[in-house]
T-cell receptor
Framework: NAGVTQTPKFQVLKTGQSMTLQCAQDMNHNSMYWYRQDPGMGLRLIYYSASEGTTDKGEVPNGYNVSRLNKREFSLRLESAAPSQTSVYFC??????????????FGDGTRLSIL | AQSVTQLGSHVSVSEGALVLLRCNYSSSVPPYLFWYVQYPNQGLQLLLKYTTGATLVKGINGFEAEFKKSETSFHLTKPSAHMSDAAEYFCAVSDNRGSTLGRLYFGRGTQLTVWP
């Protein structure tokens, strides 16, 4: 019963490097989300995908890109990492697009440090 | 736009004492409200949610929350704290109209410490 799986769990990058965070869900959910969590800031939405083939910006999209590869997978890319992007990144999914009473299911996070 | 305020970034209680974590929201339409819990080095888990119907909502691990529209509040309570309740708790409100339907807006979190 995997749920939402994120890889890698930890990563250290140098400023200017690029990397892609992977997320996959096995619950046949339609909507997927990427958040970042910083101390004292709660979770802030970076990008989301209401359904396969669509993506939209959240609160803090600058410096990131996303790809909804198929219904299961939603990746987050940092093209040129900056120290301000040091954070814990969470992927989440929910069953139905545009349904505001649906809970979101979260992965265990990717802890990213940028030096 | 939706917003959530959690009063108190840290709450400490003794084992067996009442747990009260406060959450107030701002929403122009009737909201859907959620409480999530995060244990160290883990993702968020759903504790409970309010959508419609009964305003007192029961969740997992003995937690409950009451939706009070007049106070725009959704406080989380547990009658008797257990050591295993130590975690960070997040209140969230769902966007329930327009193009951002289904998005969640989170409070900044409350770290609960339980003393033996």
């Amino acid at each position: 019963n995997a749920g939402v799986t994120q890889t890698p769990k930890f990563q250290v990058l140098k400023t200017g490097q690029s990397m892609t965070l992977q997320c996959a869900q096995d619950m046949n959910h339609n909507s997927m989300y990427w958040y970042r969590q910083d101390p004292g800031m709660g979770l802030r939405l970076i990008y989301y995908s209401a359904s396969e083939g669509t993506t939209d910006k959240g609160e803090v999209p600058n410096g990131y890109n996303v790809s909804r590869l198929n219904k299961r997978e939603f990746s987050l890319r940092l093209e040129s990492a900056a120290p301000s992007q040091t954070s814990v990144y969470f992927c989440a999914s929910s069953e139905l697009p545009g349904q505001s009473n649906q809970p979101q299911h979260f992965g265990d996070g990717t802890r990213l440090s940028i030096l | 736009a939706q917003s959530v305020t959690q009063l108190g970034s840290h709450v400490s209680v003794s084992e067996g004492a009442l747990v009260l974590l406060r959450c107030n929201y701002s929403s122009s339409v009737p909201p859907y409200l959620f409480w999530y819990v995060q244990y160290p080095n883990q993702g968020l888990q759903l504790l409970l949610k309010y959508t419609t119907g009964a305003t007192l909502v029961k969740g997992i691990n003995g937690f409950e929350a009451e939706f009070k529209k007049s106070e725009t509040s959704f406080h989380l309570t547990k009658p008797s704290a257990h050591m295993s309740d130590a975690a960070e708790y997040f209140c969230a409100v769902s966007d329930n109209r327009g193009s951002t339907l289904g998005r969640l807006y989170f409070g900044r979190g409350t770290q609960l410490t339980v003393w033996p």
